[in-house]
Nanobody, 122 residues
Framework: QVQLVESGGGLVQAGGSLRLSCVAS????????MGWFRQAPGKERAFVAS????????YYTDSVKGRFTISRDNAKNTVYLQMNSLKPEDTAVYYC???????????????WGQGTQVTVSY
């Protein structure tokens, strides 16, 4: 069992930056691939980025490539999402997820955090 707790969300102006953190409980964090998803009002939960258990491989949805960076620190049981050049369309609740794969399909991830709100104003 893995429990995930996100933090770092908030209100930021367009063009600004935020860094999200997700701390995992349990000793098996380093065995899981980790992902970030987001859900805007009235929309389905959507893939943002993922990182392999080793940290070697990363994947991003096209709309965030070059602006967002996912990373992890297995010694701290933490995964990060550095978000730069934020746009109003990035506004959403951001969720951290843990799983065995790196699929973009939300239902295939095993564990989820409670989410953290990110709001980007014009």
């Amino acid at each position: 069992q893995v429990q995930l707790v996100e933090s770092g969300g908030g209100l930021v102006q367009a063009g600004g930056s935020l860094r999200l953190s997700c701390v995992a409980s349990g000793r098996t964090f380093s065995r899981y691939n980790m992902g970030w998803f987001r859900q805007a009002p009235g929309k389905e939960r959507a893939f943002v980025a993922s990182i392999s258990w080793s940290g070697v491989s990363t994947y991003y949805t096209d709309s965030v490539k070059g602006r967002f960076t996912i990373s992890r620190d297995n010694a701290k049981n933490t995964v990060y999402l550095q978000m730069n050049s934020l746009k109003p369309e990035d506004t959403a609740v951001y969720y951290c997820a843990a799983g065995d794969g790196t699929t973009i399909t939300a239902t295939l991830w095993h564990y989820w955090g409670q989410g953290t709100q990110v709001t980007v104003s014009y």
